[in-house]
Protein backbone atom coordinates (compact mmCIF):
# COMPACT_ATOMS: atom_id res chain seq x y z
CA UNK A 1 0.00 0.00 0.00
CA UNK A 2 2.77 2.84 0.78
CA UNK A 3 4.47 2.11 -2.59
CA UNK A 4 0.61 2.76 -4.69
CA UNK A 5 0.57 5.96 -2.47
CA UNK A 6 3.93 7.11 -3.16
CA UNK A 7 3.72 5.91 -7.19
CA UNK A 8 0.06 7.44 -7.56
CA UNK A 9 0.56 10.62 -5.77
CA UNK A 10 4.06 11.08 -7.50
CA UNK A 11 3.68 9.43 -11.06
CA UNK A 12 0.15 9.84 -12.10
CA UNK A 13 -0.26 13.42 -9.87
CA UNK A 14 2.54 14.67 -12.28
CA UNK A 15 1.28 13.57 -15.26
CA UNK A 16 -1.69 15.28 -14.61
CA UNK A 17 -0.10 18.03 -13.38
CA UNK A 18 1.86 18.58 -16.86
CA UNK A 19 -1.61 18.00 -19.22
CA UNK A 20 -3.56 20.41 -16.90
CA UNK A 21 -0.83 22.96 -15.45
CA UNK A 22 -0.24 25.69 -17.61
CA UNK A 23 0.96 29.36 -17.31
CA UNK A 24 -2.04 31.81 -16.21
CA UNK A 25 -3.29 33.98 -19.13
CA UNK A 26 -5.43 36.76 -19.01
CA UNK A 27 -8.91 36.75 -18.24
CA UNK A 28 -9.61 38.14 -21.69
CA UNK A 29 -7.71 36.03 -23.18
CA UNK A 30 -10.09 32.85 -22.57
CA UNK A 31 -13.63 31.96 -24.32
CA UNK A 32 -15.95 32.34 -21.88
CA UNK A 33 -16.87 29.42 -19.57
CA UNK A 34 -19.19 26.41 -21.00
CA UNK A 35 -17.57 27.12 -24.80
CA UNK A 36 -15.19 24.97 -26.58
CA UNK A 37 -12.07 26.13 -26.33
CA UNK A 38 -10.56 25.84 -29.97
CA UNK A 39 -11.61 24.22 -33.44
CA UNK A 40 -7.98 23.33 -32.84
CA UNK A 41 -8.52 21.16 -29.79
CA UNK A 42 -11.45 19.00 -31.14
CA UNK A 43 -13.15 16.83 -28.73
CA UNK A 44 -11.69 13.77 -30.86
CA UNK A 45 -8.59 15.16 -29.88
CA UNK A 46 -9.04 15.31 -26.82
CA UNK A 47 -10.15 12.00 -26.20
CA UNK A 48 -7.80 10.24 -28.43
CA UNK A 49 -4.96 11.84 -25.85
CA UNK A 50 -7.04 10.53 -23.04
CA UNK A 51 -7.30 6.98 -24.52
CA UNK A 52 -3.46 6.65 -25.31
CA UNK A 53 -2.98 7.51 -21.36
CA UNK A 54 -5.68 5.30 -20.11
CA UNK A 55 -3.71 2.83 -21.98
CA UNK A 56 -1.08 3.18 -20.44
CA UNK A 57 -2.47 3.27 -17.03
CA UNK A 58 -4.56 0.06 -17.15
CA UNK A 59 -0.54 -1.70 -18.67
CA UNK A 60 1.60 0.29 -16.56
CA UNK A 61 0.01 1.38 -13.47
CA UNK A 62 0.64 -1.17 -10.67
CA UNK A 63 -2.64 0.21 -8.67
CA UNK A 64 -4.92 -0.06 -11.53
CA UNK A 65 -7.93 -1.76 -9.93
CA UNK A 66 -9.35 -4.22 -12.42
CA UNK A 67 -12.39 -5.60 -10.89
CA UNK A 68 -15.55 -5.60 -12.33
CA UNK A 69 -17.87 -4.78 -9.64
CA UNK A 70 -16.01 -1.57 -8.09
CA UNK A 71 -15.64 -0.51 -12.16
CA UNK A 72 -19.69 -1.21 -12.95
CA UNK A 73 -20.24 0.45 -9.89
CA UNK A 74 -18.54 3.53 -10.41
CA UNK A 75 -19.87 3.66 -14.44
CA UNK A 76 -23.73 3.52 -13.11
CA UNK A 77 -22.91 6.27 -10.31
CA UNK A 78 -21.19 8.16 -12.91
CA UNK A 79 -23.56 7.59 -15.07
CA UNK A 80 -26.41 8.86 -13.32
CA UNK A 81 -24.66 11.56 -12.92
CA UNK A 82 -23.69 12.36 -16.31
CA UNK A 83 -26.90 11.69 -17.70
CA UNK A 84 -28.33 14.76 -16.03
CA UNK A 85 -25.22 17.09 -16.81
CA UNK A 86 -24.64 19.82 -19.29
CA UNK A 87 -23.63 17.80 -21.57
CA UNK A 88 -25.27 14.13 -21.31
CA UNK A 89 -23.63 12.61 -24.51
CA UNK A 90 -20.20 13.43 -24.15
CA UNK A 91 -19.11 10.04 -22.71
CA UNK A 92 -17.63 9.38 -19.67
CA UNK A 93 -15.28 6.48 -18.27
CA UNK A 94 -14.65 5.99 -14.44
CA UNK A 95 -11.74 3.55 -13.29
CA UNK A 96 -10.74 2.63 -9.57
CA UNK A 97 -6.78 3.05 -8.11
CA UNK A 98 -6.05 0.71 -5.18
CA UNK A 99 -4.61 3.51 -3.45
CA UNK A 100 -5.85 4.52 0.04
CA UNK A 101 -5.40 8.41 -0.55
CA UNK A 102 -8.20 10.49 -0.54
CA UNK A 103 -8.12 11.54 -4.43
CA UNK A 104 -10.23 11.76 -7.57
CA UNK A 105 -8.72 13.33 -10.84
CA UNK A 106 -10.36 13.68 -14.55
CA UNK A 107 -8.33 13.55 -17.51
CA UNK A 108 -8.59 14.22 -21.37
CA UNK A 109 -11.46 12.65 -22.81
CA UNK A 110 -13.60 11.98 -19.88
CA UNK A 111 -12.07 9.29 -18.36
CA UNK A 112 -12.21 9.81 -14.29
CA UNK A 113 -9.83 7.98 -11.71
CA UNK A 114 -11.46 7.40 -8.49
CA UNK A 115 -9.21 6.10 -6.07
CA UNK A 116 -10.20 3.55 -3.64
CA UNK A 117 -9.33 5.94 -0.40
CA UNK A 118 -11.79 8.39 -1.56
CA UNK A 119 -14.86 5.58 -1.74
CA UNK A 120 -13.56 3.98 1.95
CA UNK A 121 -13.89 7.84 3.33
CA UNK A 122 -17.02 8.87 2.11
CA UNK A 123 -19.43 8.63 4.64
CA UNK A 124 -22.79 8.15 2.03
CA UNK A 125 -23.15 7.89 -1.33
CA UNK A 126 -24.44 11.71 -1.97
CA UNK A 127 -20.89 12.15 -0.48
CA UNK A 128 -19.49 10.24 -3.31
CA UNK A 129 -21.49 11.51 -5.72
CA UNK A 130 -20.72 14.85 -4.81
CA UNK A 131 -17.21 14.58 -5.33
CA UNK A 132 -17.76 12.69 -8.81
CA UNK A 133 -20.25 15.62 -10.17
CA UNK A 134 -17.42 17.97 -9.62
CA UNK A 135 -15.19 16.01 -11.83
CA UNK A 136 -17.96 15.49 -14.12
CA UNK A 137 -18.36 19.23 -14.41
CA UNK A 138 -14.80 19.60 -15.23
CA UNK A 139 -14.73 17.15 -18.43
CA UNK A 140 -18.25 18.79 -20.00
CA UNK A 141 -17.33 22.65 -19.14
CA UNK A 142 -13.74 21.40 -20.95
CA UNK A 143 -11.94 22.93 -18.51
CA UNK A 144 -9.11 20.01 -19.22
CA UNK A 145 -9.18 21.05 -22.79
CA UNK A 146 -9.29 24.95 -21.73
CA UNK A 147 -5.92 24.42 -20.17
CA UNK A 148 -4.42 22.20 -22.67
CA UNK A 149 -5.06 25.02 -25.14
CA UNK A 150 -3.45 27.52 -23.08
CA UNK A 151 -0.02 25.22 -23.32
CA UNK A 152 0.35 25.93 -27.01
CA UNK A 153 3.93 25.22 -27.35
CA UNK A 154 3.12 21.85 -26.43
CA UNK A 155 2.19 19.51 -29.33
CA UNK A 156 -0.06 16.89 -28.76
CA UNK A 157 2.10 13.57 -29.66
CA UNK A 158 4.60 15.64 -26.55
CA UNK A 159 1.89 15.79 -24.17
CA UNK A 160 1.02 12.03 -24.40
CA UNK A 161 4.91 11.10 -24.32
CA UNK A 162 4.89 12.83 -21.29
CA UNK A 163 2.74 11.09 -19.79
CA UNK A 164 3.72 7.81 -20.87
CA UNK A 165 7.46 8.78 -19.71
CA UNK A 166 5.91 9.51 -16.23
CA UNK A 167 3.94 6.41 -16.13
CA UNK A 168 7.07 4.39 -16.99
CA UNK A 169 9.25 6.55 -13.96
CA UNK A 170 7.95 4.13 -11.02
CA UNK A 171 10.79 4.07 -8.94
CA UNK A 172 13.52 6.96 -10.46
CA UNK A 173 12.86 10.36 -10.12
CA UNK A 174 15.84 11.06 -12.76
CA UNK A 175 13.45 9.21 -15.29
CA UNK A 176 10.43 11.69 -14.44
CA UNK A 177 12.69 14.90 -15.36
CA UNK A 178 13.74 13.47 -18.51
CA UNK A 179 10.91 12.14 -19.69
CA UNK A 180 9.62 15.76 -19.07
CA UNK A 181 12.70 17.30 -20.70
CA UNK A 182 12.29 15.48 -23.44
CA UNK A 183 8.61 15.89 -24.38
CA UNK A 184 9.72 19.83 -24.45
CA UNK A 185 7.62 20.17 -21.71
CA UNK A 186 10.31 21.82 -19.32
CA UNK A 187 8.62 25.19 -19.48
CA UNK A 188 5.00 23.84 -17.57
CA UNK A 189 5.10 25.31 -14.13
CA UNK A 190 4.41 21.65 -12.23
CA UNK A 191 1.39 23.11 -10.14
CA UNK A 192 -1.77 20.89 -10.20
CA UNK A 193 -4.24 23.20 -9.34
CA UNK A 194 -7.00 24.34 -11.42
CA UNK A 195 -7.96 27.96 -11.93
CA UNK A 196 -10.63 29.56 -9.39
CA UNK A 197 -13.42 29.98 -11.89
CA UNK A 198 -13.26 26.63 -12.70
CA UNK A 199 -13.50 25.12 -9.08
CA UNK A 200 -16.16 27.38 -8.70
CA UNK A 201 -18.23 26.35 -11.70
CA UNK A 202 -17.75 22.80 -11.59
CA UNK A 203 -19.04 22.83 -7.44
CA UNK A 204 -22.20 25.14 -8.97
CA UNK A 205 -22.59 22.68 -11.88
CA UNK A 206 -21.66 19.78 -9.53
CA UNK A 207 -24.57 21.04 -6.78
CA UNK A 208 -26.96 21.22 -9.67
CA UNK A 209 -26.58 18.16 -11.08
CA UNK A 210 -26.98 16.22 -7.50
CA UNK A 211 -29.97 17.83 -6.78
CA UNK A 212 -31.56 16.57 -10.40
CA UNK A 213 -30.14 13.01 -10.11
CA UNK A 214 -32.05 12.35 -6.63
CA UNK A 215 -28.49 12.69 -4.20
CA UNK A 216 -28.39 15.29 -1.36
CA UNK A 217 -26.82 18.20 -2.16
CA UNK A 218 -25.42 18.98 1.21
CA UNK A 219 -23.15 15.86 0.37
CA UNK A 220 -20.62 18.12 -1.37
CA UNK A 221 -19.91 20.18 1.60
CA UNK A 222 -20.38 17.59 4.57
CA UNK A 223 -17.31 16.13 2.52
CA UNK A 224 -15.12 18.87 1.58
CA UNK A 225 -15.88 19.98 5.49
CA UNK A 226 -14.79 16.46 6.80
CA UNK A 227 -11.60 16.38 4.25
CA UNK A 228 -10.22 19.64 5.55
CA UNK A 229 -10.34 18.99 8.93
CA UNK A 230 -8.73 15.04 7.72
CA UNK A 231 -5.88 17.63 6.63
CA UNK A 232 -5.28 18.82 9.68
CA UNK A 233 -5.30 15.64 11.42
CA UNK A 234 -3.44 13.19 8.62
CA UNK A 235 -1.88 15.65 6.22
CA UNK A 236 0.28 12.89 4.82
CA UNK A 237 -2.68 11.08 3.71
CA UNK A 238 -5.29 13.00 2.64
CA UNK A 239 -4.43 16.09 0.88
CA UNK A 240 -3.93 14.89 -2.89
CA UNK A 241 -7.61 15.75 -3.35
CA UNK A 242 -6.84 19.40 -2.15
CA UNK A 243 -3.62 19.85 -4.00
CA UNK A 244 -5.47 19.16 -6.74
CA UNK A 245 -8.44 21.27 -6.04
CA UNK A 246 -8.06 23.99 -3.70
CA UNK A 247 -10.40 24.43 -1.06
CA UNK A 248 -10.82 28.10 -0.58
CA UNK A 249 -13.02 29.65 2.39
CA UNK A 250 -14.92 31.38 -0.74
CA UNK A 251 -15.35 27.89 -2.19
CA UNK A 252 -16.72 26.88 0.96
CA UNK A 253 -19.23 30.22 1.83
CA UNK A 254 -20.26 29.35 -2.18
CA UNK A 255 -21.13 26.00 -1.39
CA UNK A 256 -23.20 27.10 1.83
CA UNK A 257 -24.88 29.68 0.58
CA UNK A 258 -26.53 27.11 -2.24
CA UNK A 259 -27.65 24.92 0.47
CA UNK A 260 -29.59 27.70 2.39
CA UNK A 261 -33.04 27.54 1.82
CA UNK A 262 -32.68 23.62 1.02
CA UNK A 263 -35.10 21.89 2.79
CA UNK A 264 -33.18 18.52 4.62
CA UNK A 265 -33.78 15.18 3.06
CA UNK A 266 -32.64 12.00 3.67
CA UNK A 267 -31.65 9.96 0.38
CA UNK A 268 -30.81 5.89 1.83
CA UNK A 269 -27.59 4.71 0.09
CA UNK A 270 -27.67 2.26 -1.99
CA UNK A 271 -26.44 -1.56 -1.74
CA UNK A 272 -24.16 -1.58 -3.80
CA UNK A 273 -22.24 1.19 -2.31
CA UNK A 274 -22.25 -0.33 0.83
CA UNK A 275 -20.60 -3.57 -0.80
CA UNK A 276 -18.16 -1.73 -2.66
CA UNK A 277 -17.11 -0.44 0.38
CA UNK A 278 -17.11 -3.73 2.22
CA UNK A 279 -15.00 -5.14 -1.09
CA UNK A 280 -12.54 -2.56 -0.71
CA UNK A 281 -12.05 -3.15 3.58
CA UNK A 282 -11.38 -6.66 2.73
CA UNK A 283 -8.84 -5.55 0.76
CA UNK A 284 -6.63 -4.18 2.71
CA UNK A 285 -3.87 -5.72 4.55
CA UNK A 286 -3.42 -9.48 5.38
CA UNK A 287 -6.89 -11.45 5.04
CA UNK A 288 -6.62 -12.84 8.89
CA UNK A 289 -7.07 -9.56 9.78
CA UNK A 290 -9.75 -8.69 7.02
CA UNK A 291 -11.66 -11.65 8.82
CA UNK A 292 -10.87 -10.20 12.30
CA UNK A 293 -12.35 -6.83 11.37
CA UNK A 294 -15.53 -7.89 9.69
CA UNK A 295 -16.33 -10.72 12.48
CA UNK A 296 -15.98 -8.12 15.34
CA UNK A 297 -18.22 -6.00 13.30
CA UNK A 298 -20.85 -8.64 12.78
CA UNK A 299 -20.70 -9.65 16.18
CA UNK A 300 -21.36 -6.37 17.77
CA UNK A 301 -23.96 -5.41 15.21
CA UNK A 302 -21.58 -2.32 14.27
CA UNK A 303 -23.02 -2.02 10.84
CA UNK A 304 -25.49 -0.14 8.16
CA UNK A 305 -26.04 -3.02 5.98
CA UNK A 306 -25.33 -6.53 7.79
CA UNK A 307 -25.49 -7.94 4.08
CA UNK A 308 -22.84 -5.87 3.01
CA UNK A 309 -20.58 -6.67 6.12
CA UNK A 310 -20.97 -10.26 5.51
CA UNK A 311 -20.08 -10.00 1.87
CA UNK A 312 -16.95 -8.31 3.58
CA UNK A 313 -16.14 -11.49 5.87
CA UNK A 314 -17.02 -13.89 3.03
CA UNK A 315 -14.46 -11.89 0.39
CA UNK A 316 -12.08 -12.01 3.53
CA UNK A 317 -12.70 -15.72 3.57
CA UNK A 318 -11.84 -15.75 -0.22
CA UNK A 319 -8.74 -14.03 0.35
CA UNK A 320 -7.64 -16.56 3.09
CA UNK A 321 -8.83 -19.40 0.58
CA UNK A 322 -11.18 -20.48 2.88
CA UNK A 323 -14.00 -21.25 0.32
CA UNK A 324 -16.53 -23.04 2.63
CA UNK A 325 -16.66 -20.17 5.17
CA UNK A 326 -16.54 -17.79 1.94
CA UNK A 327 -19.87 -19.55 0.63
CA UNK A 328 -21.43 -19.55 4.00
CA UNK A 329 -20.82 -15.87 4.75
CA UNK A 330 -22.30 -14.74 0.80
CA UNK A 331 -25.26 -17.41 1.16
CA UNK A 332 -25.96 -15.97 4.46
CA UNK A 333 -25.97 -12.17 2.70
CA UNK A 334 -28.05 -13.35 0.36
CA UNK A 335 -30.56 -14.79 2.56
CA UNK A 336 -30.96 -11.22 4.08
CA UNK A 337 -33.69 -10.41 0.79
CA UNK A 338 -31.50 -7.61 -0.73
CA UNK A 339 -31.12 -8.88 -4.06
CA UNK A 340 -27.71 -7.36 -5.75
CA UNK A 341 -25.33 -8.87 -9.13
CA UNK A 342 -22.60 -8.14 -6.63
CA UNK A 343 -23.90 -10.74 -4.09
CA UNK A 344 -24.76 -13.25 -7.34
CA UNK A 345 -21.38 -12.84 -8.76
CA UNK A 346 -19.56 -13.37 -5.37
CA UNK A 347 -21.85 -17.32 -4.30
CA UNK A 348 -21.22 -18.07 -8.37
CA UNK A 349 -17.23 -17.64 -8.00
CA UNK A 350 -17.08 -19.19 -4.71
CA UNK A 351 -18.72 -22.45 -6.28
CA UNK A 352 -17.07 -22.76 -9.27
CA UNK A 353 -13.51 -22.12 -7.14
CA UNK A 354 -14.73 -25.33 -5.03
CA UNK A 355 -15.24 -26.76 -8.35
CA UNK A 356 -18.94 -26.57 -7.71
CA UNK A 357 -19.40 -25.49 -11.25
CA UNK A 358 -22.47 -26.23 -12.76
CA UNK A 359 -24.00 -24.41 -9.61
CA UNK A 360 -21.88 -21.75 -9.86
CA UNK A 361 -23.09 -20.88 -13.56
CA UNK A 362 -26.44 -21.69 -12.94
CA UNK A 363 -26.01 -18.98 -10.34
CA UNK A 364 -24.83 -16.19 -12.90
CA UNK A 365 -27.27 -17.71 -15.78
CA UNK A 366 -30.02 -16.62 -13.40
CA UNK A 367 -28.45 -13.45 -12.42
CA UNK A 368 -28.06 -12.13 -16.05
CA UNK A 369 -31.94 -13.08 -16.50
CA UNK A 370 -32.79 -10.58 -14.24
CA UNK A 371 -29.93 -8.04 -14.97
CA UNK A 372 -29.13 -8.52 -18.93
CA UNK A 373 -27.23 -5.58 -19.35
CA UNK A 374 -24.58 -5.31 -16.14
CA UNK A 375 -21.01 -6.13 -17.44
CA UNK A 376 -19.64 -6.97 -14.40
CA UNK A 377 -21.76 -10.17 -15.27
CA UNK A 378 -20.93 -10.48 -18.76
CA UNK A 379 -17.32 -10.16 -17.87
CA UNK A 380 -17.56 -12.58 -14.90
CA UNK A 381 -19.88 -15.20 -16.65
CA UNK A 382 -17.80 -15.35 -19.75
CA UNK A 383 -14.64 -16.29 -17.45
CA UNK A 384 -16.17 -18.43 -15.21
CA UNK A 385 -16.38 -20.59 -18.79
CA UNK A 386 -13.19 -20.27 -19.65
CA UNK A 387 -12.37 -21.27 -16.30
CA UNK A 388 -14.37 -23.95 -16.54
CA UNK A 389 -12.59 -24.84 -20.07
CA UNK A 390 -15.89 -24.48 -21.68
CA UNK A 391 -14.36 -23.09 -24.67
CA UNK A 392 -17.10 -23.56 -27.28
CA UNK A 393 -19.59 -22.35 -24.75
CA UNK A 394 -17.54 -19.19 -24.26
CA UNK A 395 -16.68 -18.14 -28.03
CA UNK A 396 -20.58 -18.63 -28.68
CA UNK A 397 -21.29 -16.07 -25.46
CA UNK A 398 -18.41 -13.56 -27.29
CA UNK A 399 -19.61 -13.69 -30.47
CA UNK A 400 -22.96 -12.99 -29.05
CA UNK A 401 -22.19 -10.22 -26.69
CA UNK A 402 -19.75 -8.57 -29.33
CA UNK A 403 -23.13 -8.32 -31.26
CA UNK A 404 -24.18 -5.43 -29.47
CA UNK A 405 -20.68 -4.30 -27.98
CA UNK A 406 -18.70 -4.45 -31.45
CA UNK A 407 -15.86 -2.16 -29.19
CA UNK A 408 -15.49 -4.03 -26.22
CA UNK A 409 -12.28 -4.68 -25.31
CA UNK A 410 -12.60 -7.45 -22.86
CA UNK A 411 -14.76 -9.68 -24.54
CA UNK A 412 -12.55 -9.62 -27.65
CA UNK A 413 -10.06 -10.80 -24.97
CA UNK A 414 -12.38 -13.35 -23.89
CA UNK A 415 -12.90 -14.58 -27.60
CA UNK A 416 -9.18 -14.73 -27.67
CA UNK A 417 -9.10 -16.48 -24.68
CA UNK A 418 -11.54 -19.09 -25.92
CA UNK A 419 -9.50 -19.71 -29.19
CA UNK A 420 -6.46 -20.03 -27.71
CA UNK A 421 -8.34 -22.95 -25.55
CA UNK A 422 -9.89 -24.66 -28.38
CA UNK A 423 -6.46 -24.64 -30.02
CA UNK A 424 -7.14 -22.56 -32.65
CA UNK A 425 -4.21 -20.24 -33.17
CA UNK A 426 -5.04 -18.06 -36.35
CA UNK A 427 -8.53 -16.91 -35.10
CA UNK A 428 -6.95 -16.41 -31.69
CA UNK A 429 -4.04 -14.29 -33.52
CA UNK A 430 -7.41 -12.57 -35.37
CA UNK A 431 -8.80 -11.82 -31.98
CA UNK A 432 -5.96 -10.33 -30.41
CA UNK A 433 -5.65 -8.31 -33.69
CA UNK A 434 -8.89 -6.76 -32.98
CA UNK A 435 -7.84 -6.25 -29.22
CA UNK A 436 -4.95 -4.10 -30.64
CA UNK A 437 -6.55 -1.92 -32.88
CA UNK A 438 -9.56 -1.28 -30.54
CA UNK A 439 -6.34 0.23 -28.38
CA UNK A 440 -5.23 2.20 -31.40
CA UNK A 441 -1.71 -0.02 -31.79
CA UNK A 442 -2.29 -0.80 -35.38
CA UNK A 443 1.20 -1.96 -36.04
CA UNK A 444 0.27 -4.58 -33.00
CA UNK A 445 -2.86 -5.51 -34.72
CA UNK A 446 -1.01 -6.24 -38.19
CA UNK A 447 1.51 -7.89 -36.27
CA UNK A 448 -1.19 -10.72 -35.07
CA UNK A 449 -2.52 -11.01 -37.93
CA UNK A 450 0.40 -11.73 -39.96
CA UNK A 451 1.04 -14.18 -37.37
CA UNK A 452 -2.75 -15.83 -38.27
CA UNK A 453 -1.55 -16.28 -41.60
CA UNK A 454 1.54 -18.22 -40.70
CA UNK A 455 -0.40 -19.88 -38.14
CA UNK A 456 -1.76 -22.77 -40.88
CA UNK A 457 -5.45 -23.88 -39.50
CA UNK A 458 -7.32 -21.42 -40.64
CA UNK A 459 -9.98 -22.30 -43.17
CA UNK A 460 -10.79 -20.31 -46.92
CA UNK A 461 -13.05 -17.99 -45.23
CA UNK A 462 -11.20 -17.26 -42.09
CA UNK A 463 -8.11 -16.60 -44.13
CA UNK A 464 -9.95 -14.51 -46.53
CA UNK A 465 -11.53 -12.20 -43.44
CA UNK A 466 -7.82 -12.04 -42.02
CA UNK A 467 -6.23 -11.39 -45.52
CA UNK A 468 -9.17 -8.63 -45.81
CA UNK A 469 -8.54 -7.35 -42.36
CA UNK A 470 -4.71 -6.83 -43.12
CA UNK A 471 -5.71 -5.01 -46.26
CA UNK A 472 -8.07 -2.44 -44.34
CA UNK A 473 -4.88 -1.93 -41.08
CA UNK A 474 -2.24 -1.87 -43.35
CA UNK A 475 -4.01 1.48 -44.69
CA UNK A 476 -5.26 2.76 -41.49
CA UNK A 477 -0.89 2.12 -40.56
CA UNK A 478 0.20 4.26 -43.78
CA UNK A 479 -2.13 7.49 -43.06
CA UNK A 480 -1.13 7.00 -39.27
CA UNK A 481 2.55 7.27 -40.37
CA UNK A 482 1.76 10.40 -42.88
CA UNK A 483 0.01 12.55 -40.29
CA UNK A 484 2.71 11.98 -38.55
CA UNK A 485 5.07 13.43 -40.75
CA UNK A 486 2.85 16.46 -41.27
Not at 129 to 153: M, W, Y
Not at 219 to 237: P, S, T
Not at 437 to 456: D, R, S, Y
Amino acid sequence: MPFFRRFSQRSLALLLACLLAAPPVAAQNLPELGEVSSDDFSITTEKKIGQQIMRQIRQREASYLDDYDVEFYLNQLGGRLGGVSSDPGYGLEFFALNDPSINAFAMPGGYIGVHSGLILAAQSESELAGVLAHEVSHVTQRHIARQLFQSKRIGIASMVAMGLGLLAARSSPQAASAAIATSQAGAISAQLAYSRDFERESDRLGFEMLGRAGFDEHGMAKFFVRLQQAVRLYENNATAYLRTHPLSGERMADMQNRERGLSYKQVPDSLEFHLVRAKLRAMLGRPVEAIKDFTTLLNERKFVSEAAIRYGLAQAYYRDRNWPAAQREIDAARTLGQSSVILDRMAADVRIVQGKTDAGLRIYQDAMLRYPLNLALIYGYGGALIEARQFGEALRFAELQLQSRSEDLRIHRMRAESYAGLGQRAMQHRALAEVFALQNMTAGAIEQLLLAQKAGDANFYEMSAIDARLRELKLLRLEELKERRN
